[in-house]
């Protein structure tokens, strides 16, 4: 606590601590193979703050999981650093280093998994700019016929994405859909502002098709070494029979996806050109 006040009082301390803190950060929609990307940087010594029985790989410290959600609600459309508020930024900042004290204030590689943070990639790039980014894209008509809080209508977070895309009116399929493109399309226009090398992009396909060498990429981006047990869970966990499981759906759900979104469909490969 008495860290945290310094923290908060010394202007020049907090800079830099920020200017120089380097957090690993996963960034994709709700069932993009976020999960699956959590437990490999696990493997590799990235410290994401989730526990060991944390099914979904989330960081498991609650308070700053509701700072970020509360961000992201008033932060929906915003796609550049310089668009977010000064209280807000400082408000992340505080959340950000209580929960770096809560790690142990780890030597080594750090960070989160909170699928939410994909929608304040700004805030967290101007808290943090050595931040590095993993960025994971999975089909979305895949993701139309999936749940998640940001497509669910009855959450505060999902209804405000869906009012904002009017949205509201539209069937389940849709509004997933619609979700998925809105935060793809959100966090392409913010990351073509910053620099290459903050961000390793990969798809879910890619991920599941050619496991070990996505993963030995990855590996080159944080500067680690493929360890035993992430080759082993490679070999193991990761499924290449999720892909394209959109196509057990309703054709012609498929079809109303597919002229809803095909925008964000064709620039990202998965319908042609």
């Known amino acids: 606590m008495r860290l945290l006040n310094l923290l908060s009082s010394n202007t020049e301390l907090r800079d830099h601590f920020f200017t120089s803190a380097s957090p690993v950060v996963l960034m994709g929609r709700g069932h993009s193979g976020t999960r699956v990307l959590s437990s490999i940087c696990g493997y590799l010594g ?11 790989g989330d960081v498991s410290d609650e308070r700053f999981q509701k700072e970020i959600k509360a961000l992201a609600e008033k932060q929906l459309g915003i796609t550049r650093g310089e668009q977010v508020k000064p209280d807000e930024l400082r408000q992340f900042q505080r959340a950000v280093f209580k929960y770096y004290v809560g790690l142990g204030k ?3 590689l750090w ?6 943070t994909y929608l304040i990639g700004p805030c967290v790039a101007a808290a943090c700019p050595a931040a590095r980014f993993i960025h ?3 089909d979305g008509r895949d993701i139309a016929f999936k749940e998640h809080l940001t497509d669910n209508p009855g959450k505060r977070l999902g209804r405000a994405l869906l009012k904002k895309n009017n949205a509201m009116a539209k069937p389940r399929h849709l509004q997933a859909a619609i979700s998925w493109a809105f935060q793809v399309d959100h ?3 913010f990351r073509a502002g910053l620099p290459v090398e903050h961000f390793f992009n990969l798809t879910f396909e ?5 496991p070990y060498e996505v993963v030995q990429e990855l590996c080159a981006f944080l500067k680690v070494q493929m360890t ?8 193991e966990q990761i499924d290449a029979g999720k892909v394209a499981q959109y196509r057990g759906s309703d054709p012609r759900l498929i079809q109303e996806v597919e002229a809803e979104i095909h925008p964000t469909l064709r620039r990202h490969g998965y319908l042609p050109g």
């Open 187 to 189: 966090f392409d226009a």
């Open 106 to 108: 780890p030597a080594g």
């Open 111 to 116: 960070g989160w998994k909170f699928p939410e």
């Open 206 to 210: 890619n991920l599941c098709s050619r």
């Open 46 to 56: 990235v410290n994401l703050g989730a526990d060991e029985d944390s099914k979904a």
């Open 136 to 138: 994971i894209v999975r």
């Open 228 to 235: 035993e047990g992430c080759s082993r869970y490679i070999r």
